[in-house]
């Protein structure tokens, strides 16, 4: 479908049956003896990045043509996908990902330490659900299939119905990338179709599941997940609201700057990223209305734009709609419909006081996904507590402070320690708008912003698809080559509570 437009483009794959499920998931289990090979599989991955790159131009106005996100923006998302491709390939390539430990026998001990050896197998098979959001980043060759397939586990990815033709030529390609290196194409599989989520969490060969989407679609799966005969790990990004609190001294001091920054964070993408802020916590003094001056400025200039399809747009015409009609809402700049196919954006402004105790006002502490966000205002710090008290957890929280605050003067570490465990990644002084692909990076939080701990973003979200398995007293003839005592590839690891790295050994 043309999001721009409404109409249907073409049809390019039919809604996959229980047994096309059955076929991909079987053909992909028995594939994956050949990504045993760390070598091979981080060549795989390279490869995979350097077919998109040659492929970009018709990957982009493909991907364009079906969800109206614009060549800037997904040119870039493209990048940053071959990016996080090749990041992968390097964290196979220095292995430190299977966390090899060897404790050699130790009589000495109480109890005596037998010879053990400890490292990380991959699960299976990974089910993949893709964004809506992200053709490229988090759908087929996001971050959960490029993680999966360097813990040397093939994947099975249900198609998002907003880009079908775009995940058709991308499995296309990452399957190119697999033959050219020996590895059967059905280490990455695609099918398509709602009941194809479902079969594909149930199937008995499936080990894991990556997720990114709504929190209804994702606890269905979730607790399909659970209750298989033998229940899998479900790692699920459902929602997020993203709390952002500014203090009366950030905005004494910037209240412009923070409230131009609002305005581009809530928009950027037409306001449909997972960490959009969707509530901000202002004061509600005189900083606190030049912020919402400013805010108002910036918003009203952003101009209309489209969603990636029109049930979406329909949601959020009447979601914002919802919200604005309670009592003690105001809207500065009202968020809603622009023409039949746009929507505009804004945003809604309420007492703090009104989210600070169970009511009708808890919509507003839901997420809406859309170009607008909730300023709540705030007449005193144990507001601003409360209101953070009755938060779900989320994936980012942040907290604008004045440069004495964030000096280590006022409250800013009581902020810090408040904002915490609400979220996965915590900002000063910025926007959570920008996930950057990095090893320190941790994309996830409390639930319902995820399902599970772990990052679905940076090089730790591998550890996803691995469990640990020791083995003791066994022979080194019997040993993996990852355990054996001369080190034969070169691996990172900790020998008798000491780390060695291979050029030590």
């Not at 969800?67 to 071959?82: H, K, M, P």
Request: proline share 8%; hydrophobic share 45%; net charge negative.
């Amino acid at each position: 479908m043309d999001p721009r437009t409404g109409k249907r483009r073409e049809q390019v794959a039919v809604e996959a049956t229980a047994e096309d499920i059955d076929r991909a998931v079987r053909a992909a289990h028995s594939a994956r003896g050949a990504l045993a090979d760390r070598t091979v599989r981080a060549a795989v991955l390279r490869t995979a990045a350097d077919l998109l790159e040659e492929a970009e131009d018709r990957l982009v106005a493909v991907a364009d043509a079906e969800t109206a996100l614009g060549s800037a923006r997904l040119t870039g998302e493209l990048a940053r996908t071959c990016f996080q491709l090749r990041a992968f390939a390097g964290i196979v390539d220095e292995g430190d990902f299977l966390g090899v430990i060897i404790d050699h026998p130790d009589d000495t001990a109480t109890p005596p330490i037998p010879d053990l050896r400890r490292y990380k197998v991959p699960l299976g098979v990974v089910a993949v659900y893709s964004a809506s959001n992200f053709p490229f980043a988090f759908s087929v060759p996001g971050g959960d299939t490029a993680s999966a397939l360097a813990a040397g586990c093939p994947v099975v990815v249900k198609a998002h119905p907003d880009h079908p033709a775009t995940s058709e030529l991308v499995a296309a390609l990452l399957g190119q990338a697999a033959a050219q290196h020996g590895v059967p194409q059905a280490v990455v599989g695609l099918v398509h179709g709602f009941d194809a989520g479902v079969e594909l969490v149930r199937h008995p060969l499936i080990a894991a599941a990556g997720f990114t989407g709504s929190v209804r679609g994702g606890r269905a799966l979730f607790d399909a997940a659970a209750a298989r005969p033998v229940p899998i790990p479900f790692h699920g990004e459902l929602g997020s609201l993203n709390p952002v609190v500014v203090t009366e001294a950030a905005a004494a001091e910037r209240a412009e700057q923070i409230g131009t920054g609002l305005a581009g964070s809530m928009t950027l993408g037409v306001g449909q990223f997972c960490v959009k802020p969707g509530l901000v916590l202002a004061p509600a003094g005189a900083g606190g209305d030049e912020l919402i001056a400013s805010l108002a400025g910036a918003v009203k200039g952003a101009g209309e734009g489209v969603l990636l399809d029109h049930r979406m747009r329909d949601n959020f015409v009447a979601g914002v709609t919802d919200r604005a009609a309670l009592p003690d809402v105001e809207a500065p700049v009202a968020p809603g419909a622009g023409d039949e196919h746009t929507v505009s954006p804004g945003f809604l402004t309420v007492p703090a006081a009104k989210l600070a105790e169970e009511g009708a006002h808890d919509v507003l502490l839901e997420e809406c996904f859309g170009p607008v966000t909730v300023v709540a205002r705030y007449d005193s710090e144990d507001e601003v507590t409360a209101v953070l008290s009755r938060l779900p957890g989320n994936l980012t929280a942040t907290v604008h402070l004045s440069s004495e605050e964030a000096s280590g003067g006022g409250r800013g570490a009581d902020i810090l320690a408040e904002l915490t465990p609400l979220a996965g990644r915590v900002l000063v002084n910025g926007w959570p708008t920008g996930v950057a692909v990095a090893p320190a990076q941790h994309h996830g939080g409390p639930y319902p912003a995820t399902t599970s701990t772990s990052t679905s973003v940076g090089g730790t979200a591998v550890e996803r698809w691995l469990r640990p398995v020791t083995y003791q007293s066994t022979p080194e003839a019997l040993l993996p080559p990852e355990l054996r005592d001369d080190n034969p590839l070169g691996l990172p690891r900790r020998v008798d509570g000491r780390m060695e790295h291979p050029s030590s050994t």
